[in-house]
């Protein structure tokens, strides 16, 4: 939903992609110790759903109605009958709205934006991850506004505190930024060739974007990857071809729930914080 508030149209509607197998998550490890119910959601990938006081999604959706959005979409498939039961029966939110877009098969990140936006229709939206939790701030930084727009996060402050492991930076996109503040390339998940290190790595993006609808139709039109998926940064890279994406800069930490190692840090970080969906 999109208002217009002070001259200037404000983002109210998120979409999360919560569809995700989460085959990270559902491997083994050994050496971490967390609790049956924590090990239940991570052997099935649920990650959103994954405990920590509540379900981590219900953290997610408090820094959202902090961050001004109003109605969230919940990009889930058609087997998600515990996310639909614990937001609509459960424990419904009670500062955002929620509804669901079902996409039918896990075929990547830009059919989960197409699902989204054929439930939201023809207006800007919010893109997030079910599996990090951004400070509101980004997320204003993002609402603030009616362009496309990519937030891009330090890579010193996302290291800092152990917060995110170094090797994981190449697990992640690294953004390529103009002098003008606009988005000039995406390198997706770029391996070993790159240096977590390096200045080329000093941007990442974590998925948290503002989506205009050109950038939306590309989500559409964009091709298989070679990982046999519809991806997002490479739909946004051939967007960028003819539309501007403006990029804000954050130094901000992010947690992420990716690994069954990072449920206890994830756990501690969050201790004494009270979500507020």
């Not at 149209?9 to 490890?29: C, D, K, P, Y």
């Not at 930024?177 to 000093?202: F, M, Q």
Request: charged share 20%; proline share 5%.
């Amino acid at each position: 939903m999109v208002r217009r508030t002070g001259g200037y149209h404000v983002i109210r509607t998120a979409a999360i992609l919560a569809r995700g197998l989460g085959s990270r998550m559902r491997q083994a490890e050994s050496s971490v110790a967390i609790s049956d119910s924590q090990s239940a959601s991570a052997d099935v990938g649920m990650k959103g759903m994954i405990p920590i006081d509540r379900p981590f999604l219900d953290y997610v959706l408090s820094q959202l109605a902090d961050g001004g959005i109003t109605h969230v979409v919940l990009v889930i498939g058609p087997e998600h009958t515990a996310i639909r039961e614990y937001f609509t029966q459960t424990a419904p939110p009670t500062r955002v709205s929620i509804s669901f877009a079902i996409q039918a098969e896990p075929i990547g990140t830009a059919n989960a934006v197409v699902a989204a936006a054929d439930h939201i229709g023809a207006e800007p939206f919010l893109v997030l991850n079910a599996d990090n939790l951004y400070p509101a701030g980004a997320i204003r930084e993002l609402t603030s506004r009616d362009a496309a727009a990519a937030v891009a996060f330090d890579r010193d402050a996302l290291l800092s505190d152990g917060a995110i492991e170094p090797e994981r930076i190449r697990q992640f996109a690294v953004l390529s930024i103009n002098d003008d503040n606009t988005l000039a390339a995406i390198v997706e998940k770029p391996g070993d060739s790159l240096d977590p290190h390096s200045d080329a790595a000093r941007w990442v993006s974590m998925n948290l974007w503002a989506l205009t609808p050109p950038f939306v139709d590309a989500c559409r039109r964009v091709s298989l990857s070679a990982r046999g998926e519809y991806e997002l940064p490479e739909a946004i890279g051939s967007a960028l071809q003819q539309h501007t994406m403006h990029v804000v800069r954050r130094h901000d930490v992010v947690l992420d729930l990716s690994h069954r190692r990072d449920i206890s840090r994830v756990t501690e970080r969050l201790r004494g914080v009270t979500a507020q969906p």
